[in-house]
């Protein structure tokens, strides 16, 4: 499998669930990143891992937890969440952050708090 | 604060239209602008643009940047209904990876 992978693509989870959201890269790049896309909001920045290691989380809540176990793999970990977090939720990676600007998206996962 | 402001938030053309999208912006040591293509999965690229005045072209689509007056358009002639999607502009500062993006421009083909 190729490029950038997220799973699962669909979610519906209540408030007091906890699930994590799963994300892949195939390309051998070093930095992976957590969008939010809200509708007919710009994209947002959540979290950025550059080598595993975490460099920007913008301010994001704690009920949205990262996880980066090594440069191919990233986690986000869900809980408590709010119905306003419900929107699709993207991965990206790149080869490098700082010099590299061309970014490879997953194809979201879809979620829904209810 | 970096802002990227796109026009207009959403169109409808017929087959064979030309539409042109608009990107302005205003940020901190600009090194780069970027088209996107989102339609119901995720953003794909299109056109990266760094110099002023020099085209970019992909076969209907074209994009173009002026670094003075700080916009970039996109350019889409003979439309088809393939090309119904949202279309993101996003910037990128100089020493930084942090993608600001654009709330898109919506555009509708119908047949």
């Known amino acids: 499998e190729t490029g950038v992978t997220q799973t699962p693509r669909h979610l519906v989870m209540g408030m007091t669930n906890k699930k994590s959201l799963k994300c892949e890269q195939h390309l051998g790049h070093n930095a992976m990143y957590w969008y939010k896309q809200s509708a007919k909001k710009p994209l947002e920045l959540m979290f950025v891992y550059s080598l595993e290691e975490r460099v920007e989380n913008n301010s994001v809540p704690s009920r949205f937890s990262p996880e980066c176990p090594n440069s191919s793999h990233l986690f986000l970990h869900l809980h408590t969440l709010q119905p306003e977090d419900s929107a699709l939720y993207l991965c990206?990676?790149?080869?490098?952050?700082?010099?590299?600007?061309?970014?490879?998206f997953g194809p979201g996962t879809r979620l829904t708090v209810t | 604060e970096d802002k990227v402001v796109q026009s207009p938030l959403s169109l409808v053309v017929h087959e064979g239209d030309t539409v042109t999208l608009n990107c302005s912006y205003e940020?901190?040591?600009?090194?780069?602008l970027l088209w996107y293509k989102q339609e119901k999965k995720a953003p794909t690229f299109l056109f990266m643009l760094?110099?002023?005045?020099i085209e970019k072209k992909s076969g209907r689509l074209s994009s173009i940047l002026d670094k003075k007056e700080l916009f970039s358009i996109l350019n889409i002639t003979a439309t088809q209904t393939g090309d119904s999607a949202v279309y993101l502009c996003?910037?990128?500062?100089?020493?930084?990876?942090?993608?600001?993006f654009g709330a898109g421009t919506t555009v509708t083909v119908r047949a």
């Open positions: 940020v901190t040591n600009f090194r780069s």
């Open positions: 996003a910037v990128v500062p100089l020493n930084d990876y942090k993608l600001s």
């Open positions: 990206a990676s790149s080869q490098e952050t700082g010099w590299s600007y061309e970014q490879y």
């Open positions: 760094t110099s002023s005045g």
